[in-house]
């Protein structure tokens, strides 16, 4: 009688989220697109031993196999490189944001947690000294980071946000 496969044991989470992490590397080099991540990451998350992980990364560049694919264990993991930054770029290969246009979503979140925790009760409460409290703080906290957010927006490209 054999005895069990030395290549061959069961994968633990740490090894599973190694895997999950060389997979969204390759997603973010543009080796693979959203659709095939997501299948292999799926494959990933019910992989029970280490050789359920090779199919997976078999046509990825070796340095995006996980150790205990190639077989390789004890050896260090292959070093992330950054990858490839598109369109503008600043130092170091950072993405410019300002580029971006304004940032709302977050003034806009802000905004509306304010009105429902603090507004809403002040104004349901009909007192004129408690609405105009928060009136103040919400034109203080919230107009500014508003006016700033629209501002950027239109310095950066004028005709983008209206007459420039």
């Known amino acids: 009688m054999a005895g ?12 599973r989220d190694r895997a999950l992490e060389q997979l969204r590397t390759a997603l973010e080099e543009g080796r693979l697109d959203l659709d095939e991540h997501e299948a ?16 997976l990364f078999e046509d990825l560049p ?12 004890g050896t260090a993991p292959a070093t992330r490189e950054p990858a490839p930054v ?16 304004p940032h709302l979503g977050p003034m806009i979140g802000w905004s509306g947690f304010l009105f429902l925790v603090w507004g809403l009760p002040a104004i349901m409460s009909g007192n ?3 609405i105009a409290v928060f009136l103040g703080f919400f034109f203080l906290l919230v107009v500014p980071g508003l006016t700033s957010a629209v501002m950027s927006g239109r310095r950066d490209d004028p005709g983008k946000l209206g007459s420039g």
């Open 4 to 15: 069990p496969d030395p290549d061959r044991y069961r994968v633990s989470d740490d090894e």
């Open 40 to 55: 292999r990451s799926a494959a990933a998350l019910k992989a029970v031993t280490n050789l359920d992980l090779v199919p």
């Open 128 to 130: 004129g000294t408690s």
């Open 62 to 73: 070796a340095r995006l196999h996980p150790d205990f694919v190639t077989g390789t264990a």
């Open 86 to 101: 598109e369109g503008s770029a600043s130092k170091g290969g950072e993405v410019d944001r300002r580029h971006r246009g």
